[in-house]
């Protein structure tokens, strides 16, 4: 049988690179990165916030059913010139070339960032301990421009369902580390999102029968402040990890 064809968008990031290793044997991968690599005919360079290169991509892939969309300026201190130009342009132009090609799902790389104002306000973001329980009915609260593009992305991807009916699931993603170590920082204990966990989370988000849908994606951090029961009831995730009880392997 053959395999789903599956488009990274970002693949040589941090995100990007853990999901490629894991979804290789199951997926027919194709990516797409605006950092140049080795030459590929399955991976394109490509500066998302250009229609015609995005579009160039998603022609030159056919059949194309899946997309996981990690790409964009990836930093939580980002200027508004730049997430308005990678982050909601490109996540745009992401969306329409899907469109035009007929994928059938997306799996959007949101952020905590939508309401990382609720752990606190300038001076003292982020600091705030112990919040209480967020969820995704709470309303927006970005704790910058970046925060802000991330909350347009998911408003695009729900357009997108609506009007198009492209499946979208979106993924509030905590705190991925290269080394897969929160004890290199206090937030990460309850932001926290593991390897392990977060190729659960984009598995199940692939194979959900939810059509859209807007979900936490961190670990079981005893101290986690962000609630996942409705990625436990509709994609079936059940994090295995715990930032409290993280062993070194």
């Known amino acids: 049988m053959t395999p789903p064809k599956l488009l990274i968008t970002g693949c040589r990031g941090l995100v990007g690179r853990i999901l490629w290793a894991n979804l290789e044997n199951d997926f027919d991968l194709y990516g797409l990165d605006i950092s140049p690599g080795e030459p590929s005919n399955k991976v394109f360079q490509t500066d998302i916030s250009k229609t015609e290169q995005v579009q160039a991509v998603f022609q030159r892939i056919s059949s194309l059913t ?24 490109g996540t745009k132009n992401i969306y329409e070339a899907a469109r035009l090609a007929n994928v059938k799902r997306i799996v959007f790389a949101s952020s905590n960032h939508v309401t990382g104002a609720y752990e606190g306000l300038p001076p003292g973001l982020h600091l705030r301990q112990n919040p209480e329980k967020i969820t995704v009915d709470d309303p927006i609260r970005p704790d910058g421009f970046y925060g802000v593009s991330k909350a347009a992305g998911e408003a695009i991807a729900r357009m997108y369902f609506e009007v198009y009916g492209i499946e979208s699931i979106c993924l509030r993603i ?74 070194k392997i």
């Open 66 to 89: 899946y997309v996981i969309h990690l790409a964009g300026d990836p930093r939580a201190d980002a200027d508004w010139d730049s997430v308005l130009l990678n982050n909601i342009g």
């Open 174 to 247: 905590g705190s991925v580390i290269r080394e897969d170590d929160p004890g290199i920082n206090p937030r990460f204990g309850s932001t926290w999102l593991s390897h392990r966990d977060l190729i659960q989370l984009v598995r199940k988000s692939l194979s959900t029968e939810a059509s859209f849908g807007i979900y936490y994606g961190v670990s079981n951090n005893a101290k986690r402040f962000w609630d996942i029961s409705n990625a436990e009831a509709e994609l079936g995730y059940h994090p295995e990890d715990d930032a409290s009880k993280r062993k």
